[in-house]
């Protein structure tokens, strides 16, 4: 059993960033806010070792705007994987997506896509369609 | 294809929406057959959950045929008669491990307004808000079905459409609330509402061996049918003194397992249900919370209490004291139908639980929502309005 102490920096603060990551690090929505340095933590149903060796894509193409840390969950729990942002490319609305798309991927294989939409815009629920578009940005993760 | 959609705080119309398609390679179109109202879209209808948008299909609790398959569906095949969870789960994550599939962390892909709600976010359920998940519903000629290995279930052959549609919610929330509120043999238990889910929870109390089961409405109809159908005591709490009855009824003790299947528009006598209702509508709170208020009073001490109904935000006069002070256990959730839902097809073929007796109203989906007004309404005694949407 592994201990909460086991703690593993999976990803070197100091990478390099590649032509790829840095694109996709630059599409930051403009109304995603500045993180807030915050560490954000999710646990994965995911037994630590099989983790660690590959960060899923989400996570892997943040390399170098991040600091990811992984560790095994108490109870065999799974796996804790934490990131925080390490400059103003990455707000904390992606980290969460980043964070949930990745369990997501590491536990299903897969991220599930919305429904198709059957509703149409008023002045009345804007406020709720500019939240779902922003759906796995928000919450308190 | 034609649906029924929420057009605005209690409006509804059957109109036309796009045909749904396989998203992930987990889905399923399933063709609907049979879909049925629920209690909790009433929620819905009369804008109690702010999270609709004009045009979404309601709709949770359904039956169908298989159309289309993802390329990673591995149980179903074009042709299956299937039942579905109304809540949508992966089955792999550490909630849906625990089978609290309801909790599932990747079932819902909106999960910001529940988390920021509630703290945490639950999973996502079809035609149930865009707060869990935006889930395109049932009362639809067609539905995307996500995960489908996990939460459809061919229905055996033995088992009709009408019986199997209830699997989908009603009989497996209701087995809940006696499974999860534990429920064992010689117990005595009181359920709130007679309506589908109490129905089914009172017949889960039976099945499971509880010496008494009483179930509390004030709808004759359905204290009835939950005497004939459930085997359960009825109790009308507009002729008599509920708690005195309950404790008489359980030798001075009260109830061993108290279960609420009514929700957050409850309806009580008195002042207490002027009380609520103007809460309500200043919005200094969000639910009608009175049939828990009297569960958790008339429970035994150190019994336990099971909140099916739905709620979905903050309750005044909540009864802490009583709950502290009599050591109670408290529970609640929204169904975890792939827990339940094979046990139940295996019962329903065996006839130990029937459900047809709760459509009561049958219709074309043209006239859902006239169906929907009889439901809300009560009228002509419906328990249940059915739709057929081919």
Redesign the interface.
């Known amino acids: 059993m592994r201990l909460m102490t086991r703690a593993v920096l999976v990803t070197a603060v100091t990478a390099a960033l590649g032509g790829t990551t840095y694109r996709v690090v630059a599409r930051r929505r403009s109304a995603s806010a500045p993180s807030s340095g915050r560490r954000h933590v999710i646990t994965v149903q995911r037994p630590f070792d099989e983790i660690a060796e590959v960060l899923p894509e989400p996570l892997s193409a943040y390399h170098g705007a991040l600091d990811v840390q992984l560790r095994a969950a108490p109870a065999d729990r799974g796996t804790e994987i934490s990131a925080r942002a390490l400059n103003d490319t990455v707000s904390d609305g992606d980290i969460r997506r980043l964070l949930r798309e990745s369990r997501s991927l590491l536990e299903v294989g897969d991220v599930l896509q919305p429904g198709g939409p059957t509703s149409t815009p008023t002045a009345l629920n804007a406020p709720l369609r500019a939240a779902t578009r922003h759906g796995r940005e928000g919450g308190l993760l | 294809m034609k649906?029924l959609?929420w057009q605005g705080v209690n409006k509804l119309a059957v109109g036309e929406?796009?045909d749904?398609?396989i998203?992930?390679?987990?889905d399923i179109i399933v063709k609907v057959t049979r879909t049925v109202t629920c209690g909790s879209d009433l929620h819905l209808i009369g804008g109690y959950i702010p999270?609709?948008?004009?045009?979404?299909?309601l709709g949770h609790e359904f039956v169908g045929e298989v159309v289309e398959v993802g390329s990673?569906v591995r149980n179903h095949r074009v042709g299956d008669r299937v039942v579905v969870s109304s809540f949508?789960a992966?089955g792999?994550?550490?909630f849906c491990?625990q089978e609290l599939f309801s909790l599932c962390?990747?079932?819902n892909?909106?999960?910001?307004?529940t988390?920021?709600l509630w703290?945490q976010?639950p999973g996502?359920c079809f035609g149930y808000s865009?707060a869990m998940?935006?889930?395109?519903g049932s009362h639809a000629q067609y539905i995307?079905v996500?995960?489908a290995d996990v939460g459809a279930f061919i229905v055996p052959e033995a088992v009709t459409d009408e019986r199997a549609l209830f699997a989908s919610d009603s009989a497996s929330t209701g087995w809940m609330g006696a499974d999860l509120g534990g429920v064992r043999p010689g117990d005595v238990v009181a359920v709130w509402g007679a309506g589908a889910v109490g129905q089914m929870a009172a017949r889960a109390a039976v099945l499971l061996g509880a010496d008494r089961v009483i179930v509390i409405d004030r709808y004759e109809n359905r204290l009835g049918q939950a005497e004939k159908f459930a085997g359960a005591e009825p109790l009308n709490y507009e002729h008599t003194d509920v708690e005195a009855e309950l404790r008489e009824r359980s030798g001075g003790r009260g109830p061993d397992v108290c279960i609420e299947a009514v929700g957050m528009e409850a309806h009580t006598p008195g002042a207490q249900f002027l009380y609520d209702q103007v809460k309500q509508q200043l919005r200094l709170q969000t639910d009608r919370p009175a049939a828990v208020r009297d569960a958790i009073h008339a429970c035994r001490k150190g019994g336990s209490v099971f909140v099916l109904g739905v709620y979905a935000g903050f309750v005044d006069k909540f009864p802490l004291g009583a709950l502290m002070n009599k050591g109670l256990t408290v529970r609640g959730a929204q169904m975890h139908g792939q827990r339940y839902i094979p046990m139940l097809l295996d019962r329903m073929a065996r006839g130990e639980l029937v459900t047809e007796h709760l459509a009561t109203h049958t219709m074309p989906l043209a006239d859902a929502p006239a169906g929907y007004r009889m439901f809300k309404d009560k009228e002509d005694d419906c328990v249940r309005a059915v739709f057929l949407p081919n």
């Not at chain 2, 998203?23 to 987990?26: E, F, I, S, T, V």
């Not at chain 2, 892909?109 to 307004?113: E, F, G, W, Y």
């Open positions: 649906a959609q929406v796009p749904p398609e998203r992930n390679p987990g999270f609709m948008e004009k045009g979404d299909v990673d949508i992966c792999k994550c550490y491990a962390d990747n079932g892909t909106n999960p910001a307004i988390e920021t703290g976010a996502g865009h998940g935006g889930n395109p995307r996500p995960f």
